[in-house]
């Protein structure tokens, strides 16, 4: 149903809007899926061609990411304070993953035969630490210093916006939020298809930042939405069949279905039909949460492990491509491999649980907290109302 903004809306009242947590749970399996991917690198299944679909993890981060950012947002938030609280969320625990990865995927003296090691250059490093190197095209730049981070500068340049995107679309009621989604799909779309024909749309001259954006706006319009009274009626085992029914097709096309009419138009066309498939999964899960239907999205063990997800997304490659640096190589493709699969998993999940109790949600906490005592004493000084400080959230 379609509606105008709601009187209890959170965005226009200043309240705060309630936690989603089956999004947390969402947060998992779209890290599970890169990590799926990543194994295809070492221990390869006689699937690995599908896994690798799990790469398309990133898309959903990204559309993920617009929805919380504005469903989360405040009025009389300053964009300062906003900023701090993303940097505090996202930049201590890269720093650690980026020192844990640099010697694993850098050297002064590279093997040929380790293609995934580069030379170690602490210009191109710096650039990681600031999470500027996803603007660059060459890919020695763009997976510089961990390679998951390139994601990282996406987000940040997203951050970047979000205020300014954020504030004429607080005004928006369900249906110009809808609306909008739909011209950014359409826009993307017609992107993809011309890329052919124009030659400076190619893909290998956009950065990263920009090619993604939509995806963020995406999610954007759609938290817009749903915020303004958007309760979409999709069941989520309805999304998951829509969601599995366009990665068989995507996985298919390219291999048998060249031939057919259209194949082409419908390869150029992938990148908006995962964004589009993502989306889908995030708002029927949404609206299951929103009345008031748990899932196995919502239980103890899947909000642990979306809370998990940021590390374990940071942390997994690294141990990943350390042990092919050991190991001198994948293995041949066998079901056996499952064997290697499941002993990763669990390193990787225990790396990621203590890297999040240990460093990414204390040193969160820590420069939250610094940023908000300084806002406190800087309005005493200045006789102004002290404002309420958010606290963190998943997300």
């Known amino acids: 149903m379609l509606s105008p903004a709601l009187p209890d809306d959170p965005a226009a009242t200043g309240a705060a809007p309630r936690r989603l947590d089956s ?92 293609t995934w090691v580069k030379p170690l250059s ?74 052919v024909e124009a030659p400076a749309l190619r893909l290998d001259l956009v950065p990263q930042p ?7 706006v995406l999610g954007m319009a759609l938290g817009r939405a749903v915020l303004a009274g958007w309760r979409p009626g999709l069941r989520p085992v309805v999304a998951y069949g ?49 009345r008031g239907r748990r899932s196995h999205l919502t239980t103890g063990p899947m909000l642990r492990l979306g809370e998990w997800s940021y590390a374990f997304y940071l942390l997994h490659a690294t141990g990943i491509y350390l042990a092919r640096g050991i190991a001198g190589g994948p293995a041949e493709t066998s079901w056996a491999n499952l064997a290697w699969h499941v002993p990763f998993l669990a390193v990787s999940v225990l790396a990621a649980a203590l890297a999040h109790h240990l460093v990414e949600k204390p040193l969160e906490r820590r420069l939250r907290r610094a940023w908000d005592r300084r806002r406190e004493a800087r309005a005493v000084v200045a006789g102004e109302p002290v404002a309420e400080a958010a606290t963190p959230r998943r997300g």
Request: positive net charge.
């Open 122 to 195: 602490l210009g191109v490093l710096a650039l990681s630490v600031l999470l500027v190197h996803g603007w660059s095209t060459s890919p020695g730049i763009l997976f510089s210093g961990n390679p998951a981070a390139w994601t990282l500068s996406c987000e940040a340049f997203f951050y970047a916006l979000h205020p300014a995107l954020n504030r004429p679309l607080r005004r928006a009621g369900s249906r110009a939020a809808l609306l909008l989604a739909a011209a950014v799909v359409l826009g993307a779309a017609v992107f993809y298809l011309l890329r």
């Open 242 to 290: 829509l969601l599995a029914l366009g990665a068989a097709a995507i996985w298919w096309v390219p291999r048998f279905g060249s031939h057919l009419n259209g194949a082409d138009r419908f390869v150029r066309l992938v990148p908006v039909l995962i964004g589009v498939l993502c989306a889908v999964v995030i708002v029927s899960a949404v609206g299951h949460e929103l």
């Open 23 to 114: 999004l947390t749970g969402l947060r998992w399996w779209a890290a599970f899926g890169v990590f799926l991917h990543h194994m295809t690198n070492i221990a390869p299944l006689p699937a690995h061609s599908v896994l690798a679909l799990g790469a398309q993890g990133v898309t959903f981060f990204f559309v993920l990411s617009g929805f919380v950012l504005t469903w989360s947002s405040r009025p009389g938030v300053p964009a300062t304070t906003f900023w701090w609280r993303r940097f505090a969320r996202i930049w201590p625990l890269h720093a650690v993953a980026l020192a844990v990865a640099v010697p694993v995927f850098h050297s002064p003296d590279p093997d040929p035969a380790m």
């Open 210 to 216: 920009v090619l993604r954006l939509w995806e963020f």
